[in-house]
């Protein structure tokens, strides 16, 4: 199974600022990679696919990039809605794997 | 909209069975994939299987062989995930979630989640 490994663990952020996460495979995934966002009691919201593409709905201030084995979720000018729990998971190949999870929190 | 309304929370005994369910709306619900995804306190997310509500499909993480059995009701648009033997380490957030029946699609729409509880 490709191995999938999200930094940092924890990340703290005031509203109007940018922040990056990573994701890194343990193998090439080509740029299949899903970024998805989980709230507690919504339903997690798929936010990025295939590397850089926006999901319909999700707001510009959300980009993906990176290839390979190197991938980087950026949301730039924090709204308070965007706290929470992040999420990486490959889409290349059987099974799915998922990165461990980053918690966005306010500082 | 599209939708998964999912089942309520289980409380259940070590080497039960429970089978959890995930109605689907706003979509036809045998033209995409149904996946299901376990979630455990402090840890990550972990892929069980899918299964083609079309024609009945499915496909397994191997972990999971024996433990998951994948069904769908297209009369009621709804999935079902059964799982067995249960042991504490079944205790879990269970998730549907969608996708298109192609290879390398992502998850699309997601259900609230099902927590089961495994407690003698």
Excluded at chain 1, 9 to 20: I, M, Q, R
Excluded at chain 1, 27 to 37: D, E, T
Excluded at chain 2, 9 to 20: C, N, Q, R, T
Excluded at chain 2, 41 to 49: M, S
Aim: with cysteine; hydrophobic share 30%.
């Amino acid at each position: 199974d490709v191995q999938m490994t999200q930094s940092p663990y924890n990340l703290a952020a005031s509203p109007g600022e940018s922040v990056s996460i990573n994701c890194k495979a343990s193998k090439s995934i080509s740029k299949y990679l899903a970024w998805y966002q989980q709230k507690p009691g919504k339903a997690n919201k798929l936010l990025i696919y295939d590397g850089s593409t926006l999901q319909s709905g999700i707001p510009s201030r959300f980009s993906g990039s990176g290839s390979g084995t190197d991938f980087t979720l950026t949301i730039r000018s924090l709204e308070p809605e965007d706290f929470g729990l992040y999420y990486c998971q490959q889409h290349n190949e059987y099974p799915p794997t998922f990165g461990g999870g980053t918690k966005l929190e306010l500082k | 909209q599209v939708q998964l309304q999912q089942s309520g929370a289980e409380l259940v005994k070590p080497g039960s069975s429970v089978k959890i369910s995930c109605k689907a709306s706003g979509y036809t619900f045998t033209s995409y994939d149904m996946h299901w995804i376990k979630q455990q306190p402090g840890n990550g997310l972990e892929w069980i299987g899918w299964i083609y509500p079309g024609n009945g499909n499915t496909k397994y993480n191997q972990k999971f062989n024996g433990k998951a059995t994948l069904t769908a009701d297209k009369s009621s648009s709804t999935a079902y995930m059964q799982l067995s033997s249960l042991t504490s380490e079944d205790s879990a957030v269970y998730f549907c979630a969608r996708s298109v029946p192609l290879r390398r699609a992502p998850f699309d729409y997601w259900g609230q989640g099902v927590m089961v509880t495994v407690s003698s």
